[in-house]
């Protein structure tokens, strides 16, 4: 017996829009893994896309912060998890999310485990108030990663995706440009690549920084659909470079095409923007946290549970 469940035909279908069916016999031939089913079925042309940074599972917040020295700027992101969307929704656990990203901002690196060390506003360390929190609300709660940006000069744009509260959501950006042109100018133009990112979500800045592992994972995928194609092997080879070049592209955030326009590269809307302004713009760095990314929530049948529960 295959080692697989129905909700795991229904995750399969929800990540690759495939049919009943198809997703069924994929899960078969995998023996149940469904990455590598995911693989299979795009390899098939049954997939219609890799949906998996759109189906998030776990609850909580993602928080924001920038700090402008004068000299600099810098921001941060945090993404704090909770168990249930209710307890997202709780003040304490909000102000938590804010000061635990107001203590994350000052801190020398993208270490959570040393934010956790640090002091917390109103006393103790995060962890403590952490600790405080899930023994207060009734449910486990974790810290689960941060990311710092900067630039010496310049702007750090914040931008939050259905925002829930002040620089607290579900969706995270910062937009980390380095120029000399006017704040005003660059502030604009962060928000709207921000927006960009947020919808696009791009695996990378470049095509350089793109995950090895990643990119094999498409080449494997475009090597089996030539092989399909049954055309001459050197044909099959430009195929292949073909596709994973198309994938680098569509990945990167300076070439992938500016959602406003549908045809500008992130990377013309910058340099327009730095010769509108006078001088050069250069978008060195970003963020784009999305809550639960790559976290599978266990699904619970509620009606089952509390059956159970009555029958003690």
Do not use: C, W
Not at 78 to 91: G, H, I, L, M
Not at 113 to 125: I, S, V
Not at 132 to 161: C, F, L, W
Not at 195 to 216: K, R, S, T, V, Y
């Amino acid at each position: 017996m295959a080692n697989f469940t129905t909700a795991d035909i229904k995750a399969l279908r929800e990540r690759t829009g495939a049919g009943m069916m198809d997703a069924k016999k994929a899960l078969v031939e995998t023996d149940g893994d469904l990455e590598a089913a995911v693989d299979a079925l795009r390899a098939k042309g049954l997939a219609t896309a890799q949906k998996k940074s759109s189906r998030t599972a776990a609850e909580g917040l993602i928080g924001v912060a920038v700090s402008d020295s004068g000299s600099g700027a810098k921001g941060v992101a945090v993404e704090v998890n909770s168990e249930t969307d209710f307890v997202a929704k709780n003040d304490r656990f909000q102000d938590f999310v804010r000061a635990v990203t107001d203590v994350a901002i000052t801190a020398d690196s993208d270490d959570v485990e040393a934010l956790k060390a640090k002091d917390y506003p109103t006393g103790g360390t995060v962890s403590d108030k952490l600790t405080d929190n899930v023994a207060t609300i009734g449910e486990n709660q974790q810290i689960r990663r941060m990311k710092t940006v900067s630039v010496n000069n310049g702007v750090v744009v914040p931008y939050m995706h259905n925002a829930v509260a002040p620089n607290l959501g579900k969706i995270g950006v910062l937009v980390a440009l380095e120029s000399e042109a006017d704040k005003e100018t660059l502030e604009a133009l962060g928000k709207q690549i921000a927006m960009h990112i947020a919808a696009a979500f791009p695996q990378a800045l470049n095509a350089d920084g793109l995950d090895a592992d990643l990119i094999e994972r498409e080449r494997a995928i475009a090597k089996e659909k030539a092989a399909e194609s049954g055309k001459p092997e050197n044909v099959q080879d430009k195929m292949v470079e073909g596709a994973v070049a198309k994938f680098a592209k569509e990945n990167a955030l300076l070439s992938q095409v500016f959602v406003m326009d549908n045809k500008t590269p992130i990377s013309e809307v910058v340099a327009k923007a730095g010769k509108d302004a006078g001088k050069p713009i250069e978008l060195v760095d970003y963020v784009r946290f999305q809550l639960g990314e790559g976290i599978e929530k266990e699904e619970t049948d509620f009606a089952a549970e509390v059956a159970a529960a009555v029958k003690g």
